[in-house]
Structure formats: structure tokens, C-alpha cells
């Protein structure tokens, strides 16, 4: 889905310029994040624009009322945050793989991101995807306001931070399962006579 010429669907994202920024993707509607936490995650997202010039912040956000409430009050006027609509996938994948790294409570985006070398800010106190901690792909920060600014200003400041997080080994796979498959299928069936690198069986 990710595309060097994609043309965005979203009105905001169509006449976005991308270059020359440090964009910032953040994803926070968990119902465990209503109130005081996502009051602390949107405080925390302004800092970070507030302290870095070259920073903007993309945020769908979710039409929970109470998502959008904290959202917009706190975040809403600001020139270098965009709230946008919640946006369909192919859409999050391309603007994904055009930001610096991605912040979320979202399970999904922390097994997407990787996949395109995006290091991830786990914007929750536990999360269902361990294997990804233990991997170095994404980092699990919490709520508390100078938890999640402090990773924030860590991977914008520190490039070995933000590097060693992007070049992790990507424990859902590298994407080239599909061709593997394939390859093994093929010599098993012996239309090739070479066994393809890594086939065991």
C-alpha cells in the first residue's frame, strides 16, 4: 500500500508538504486512556511541538466525544498540530512512511510501524504485543506527561535512540514471506532443483 507517488485521500493530507519537517504520527482513543491519561498525552504532544521548531503532529482522531474534547481544547490551536479525521488504511500506511516515528495506544500500528522502520511510543502502562518491547521496535511509555516527553525529546534528539529503534529486527517478519512460500512450495514439488536458502523441510 505504500507508495512513493500516493496521493492522499484526506483533504488535510492531499495539500500537506512534507518536506523539510519532522512529522510526529499519533494515535491515542484506548477507553483505559480516557480522562486524566489522554489529558496528560495531549499536554505531553504540545510540549514536544512547543520544544522542537522543525516538529509538526499528525493526529486522527477518533470520534469518541471524549477523545475529541481533550483533543481539540488542548491541541486545537496550535499551527504545527493537524487533527484530522480518522483516516482509512491505505492513507495511515503512506503518512506512516512518511513520518519520523509514530506515538499510540493502538495495537495494530505497533506491529504496522515496524514493517516500514518507524520507531514506536507505546502511549499505554501494558501492552498485548511483548515480543515487540523485548525486540526494540517500540517502547512502552505510559501516560505520566514527563514519561512520554522524555521518549519523545529521546528519539528527536538522540539519532542512536531513534536508530537503534529503526533498525531492530522486526519480530512480525521482514514481508517477504509470501515469496518464501512460494520458493519452498516450488522445490517441494520439484520444479526447482535448487532448495531454496532457509528451507528445512
Known amino acids: 500500500t505504500v507508495k512513493a507517488d500516493y496521493q492522499f485521500k484526506d483533504e488535510v493530507l ?3 508538504s512534507f518536506t ?10 484506548r477507553r483505559e486512556n480516557l480522562g486524566e491519561p489522554l489529558e496528560n498525552i495531549c499536554k505531553a504532544l504540545l510540549a514536544v511541538v512547543e520544544g522542537h521548531k522543525d516538529v509538526e503532529i499528525i493526529y486522527p482522531v477518533h470520534l469518541n466525544p471524549a477523545v475529541q474534547e481533550p483533543a481539540h481544547r488542548i491541541l486545537g490551536n496550535h499551527p504545527r ?9 491505505q492513507d495511515m500506511h503512506n ?6 516515528f509514530v506515538m499510540t495506544d493502538s495495537g495494530g500500528l505497533q506491529e504496522e510501524a ?3 522502520g518507524k520507531p514506536v511510543l507505546v502511549l499505554r502502562k501494558e501492552t498485548e504485543r511483548p515480543e515487540a518491547v523485548t525486540a ?12 512520554i516527553l522524555e521518549a519523545a525529546n529521546n528519539l528527536l534528539e538522540g539519532g542512536e535512540t531513534w536508530s537503534e529503534m529503526a533498525h531492530a529486527v522486526n ?5 517477504y514471506a509470501c515469496q518464501r512460500i512460494v520458493d519452498a512450495l516450488w522445490w517441494s514439488f520439484h520444479r526447482d532443483t535448487e532448495r531454496p536458502t ?4
Request: no cysteine.
Open 95 to 100: 503518512l506512516m512512511d512518511r513520518s519520523l
Open 136 to 147: 526494540g521496535t517500540v517502547k512502552l511509555v505510559g501516560t505520566e506527561y514527563e514519561d
Open 114 to 116: 515496524p514493517s516500514l
Open 81 to 89: 498540530i493537524h487533527l484530522i479525521s480518522p483516516i482509512d488504511v
Open 14 to 16: 492531499k495539500g500537506f
Open 198 to 201: 532457509g528451507f528445512h523441510g
Open 20 to 29: 523539510g519537517k519532522k512529522i510526529i504520527l499519533v494515535t491515542a482513543h
Open 171 to 175: 519480530p512480525y517478519g521482514d514481508g
